[in-house]
């Protein structure tokens, strides 16, 4: 069956490094990966989509790649600050099946 | 512009009620969508819709029913709440079916 991972459960990390979150997929050929960001109490925000011809997109200073050989995406953010505190969500395409979340501290 | 809006916020049901979750877009979306959320079980859909008049099943639709009779809004009922459908619902709609803008979500629980 298709299962989706987000590797860590939680992650903390100190102010100005770089985070980096993992989603991992098995049996399934996503078209696109999108990652989301929750803060608690409130619904998910939609941050990248990623197509699956393209190895890498960048926002701001957020970044993803996708590799569909390993079946892998990879977030990250540069130079973190503490409001990047949050749940990060990845999530493949239409069938729109999420992860289970990764929990960033940002600490300062 | 309000987004996506939800009601009610909270709601407390006994074993056997029913109840009507709204879910409002002033985006004039095509898409809309019910998840419901869980503890360690990130977010899961129950049905959705791609257009007026359209609805489908999604992962775990077993227990609920929609209906979208009008463009902006998406309705999910419970005919006869569990206890195992309390959760955090949300409630998300998308132009495109990529993109999608989610509402502030219903805690509900069933005694």
Redesign the interface.
């Known amino acids: 069956s298709q299962k989706i991972e987000q590797n860590s459960e939680a992650l903390n990390i100190q102010e100005g490094k770089t985070a980096t979150l993992t989603c991992n997929y098995t049996n399934y050929s996503p078209a696109y990966l999108q990652w989301y960001r929750q803060d608690p109490g409130r619904g998910p925000v939609f941050l990248l989509l990623i197509r699956e011809n393209e190895k890498e997109k960048r926002k701001e200073r957020l970044k993803v790649t996708f590799d569909t050989t390993l079946k892998q995406s990879l977030f990250h953010i540069t130079a973190s600050q503490p409001a990047d505190s949050a749940t990060y969500l990845c999530a493949l395409d239409n069938d729109m099946r999420f992860g289970a979340g990764t929990r960033l501290t940002v600490k300062p | 512009n309000a987004g ?1 809006t939800q009601t009610p916020k909270f709601r407390v049901l006994k074993t056997g009620q029913s109840m009507t979750l709204l879910c409002a877009q002033d985006m004039n979306h095509e898409y809309m ?1 019910w ?1 419901r959320q869980d503890p ?6 129950i049905h ?1 819709s791609v257009g007026e008049g359209t609805t489908a099943k ?2 775990v639709p077993d227990g609920y029913n929609v209906s979208r009779l009008k463009k902006q809004n998406f309705l999910l009922g419970l005919e006869s709440a569990a206890p195992s459908q309390t959760s955090v619902y ?1 409630c ?1 709609s998308s132009n495109t ?9 219903t805690r509900l629980t069933v005694l």
């Open positions: 996506v969508y998840y360690g079980m990130g977010l899961r859909l959705y999604g992962e949300f998300a079916g990529n993109e999608q803008f989610f509402g502030p979500g």
